[in-house]
């Protein structure tokens, strides 16, 4: 994504972490529209707008040496079927101080149990962690990342708290682990991703949770994998998980995508999903689009 960096001139404060110098504004964004369908009965093909977002990030040397940064987006919503209001909201707001410590942040901080997702995004069970606290650093080759999300802010009674860490080697193999923890709920995942220099990308990951706040306290266990290649102003991506409770499965789905560069900073895409939604579903379900994308 190709983003515009502006100097701004802040005067120094007489207090600690204080800007001592400048602060440096990042603005990027992207907007996409697509032409969607599938294959349910009398189904038509639709135009519609994908991401359309705009993200400002700030960051400023303090007079301790250290670096406090701020963070927000402003996405606007479609309102679609009347189930989402039609607008602007924000997103990914969080602020933090980074330095040879680490990284802690304070928002929309994301969790620790991405690490070991390696096998994709289809089934996109990474918890996030939204108003909470997050410490991230590295050490050599090993990057971890942790999260709390306070009682107060997860709905109940319980914190929610997540840790993981990858380990990236230099034949381009990743391995990764992540955990996660909310009252009776808790996710575990293991991944290894595997890149070339020809441009081919591996990855798997497997993921066990239990939900103990469900009545029959469900058990399962879930396989992602994915495959990527890229070539010239080409890349394909081939990814598909599949989930099952208790031994049995419950749900599936592939996926089959191509992205042409037009320009450094836009993009068509042309994709295919084929999934099953749970164990009642008599056949597949299939649905495809056409992406055009311009980031800025």
Do not use: C
């Amino acid at each position: 994504m190709k983003k515009t960096l502006i100097a701004i001139s802040v005067a120094a404060l007489a207090v600690p972490f204080t800007a001592t110098a400048e602060s440096n504004l990042t603005v990027s964004g992207v907007v996409q529209i697509q032409v969607a369908g599938d294959d349910t009965d009398d189904s038509e093909l639709t135009l519609s707008r994908g991401d359309v977002r705009i993200n400002f990030a700030a960051d400023t040397e303090l007079n301790s040496g250290l670096t406090g940064y701020g963070n927000v987006q402003l996405e606007a919503e479609d309102g679609v079927g009347g189930n989402v209001a039609q607008g602007v909201v924000s997103d990914s707001v969080k602020v933090g101080v980074k330095g040879d410590f680490g990284d802690l942040s304070l928002g929309d901080v994301g969790s620790g149990y991405g690490k070991g997702l390696k096998g994709g995004d289809l089934y996109d069970k990474d918890p996030g962690n939204n108003e909470g606290i997050a410490y991230s650093n590295s050490f050599g080759a090993v990057n971890m990342k942790a999260s709390l999300k306070l009682a107060g802010n997860t709905g109940d009674d319980d914190a929610a708290f997540s840790i993981g860490a990858d380990y990236g080697m230099d034949n381009g193999l990743t391995l990764g682990a992540g955990m996660f923890s909310h009252g009776d709920e808790s996710r575990t995942a293991l991944g290894a991703s595997y890149s070339m220099d020809s441009g081919l990308g591996l990855g798997i990951s497997l993921e066990s949770f239990t939900d103990g706040a469900n009545a029959a306290e469900a058990e399962g266990q879930v396989i992602g994998a994915t495959a990527s290649y890229a070539t010239g102003d080409w890349s394909f991506a081939g990814k598909m998980y599949s989930h099952s409770d208790d031994g049995d499965a419950v749900a599936s789905k592939i996926r089959v995508e191509a992205t042409k560069a037009l320009a450094s900073d836009m993009s068509i895409n042309f994709r295919i999903n084929s999934y099953t939604e749970d164990a009642t579903d008599a056949n597949d379900k299939m649905d495809y689009r056409v992406l055009l994308s311009k980031t800025f």
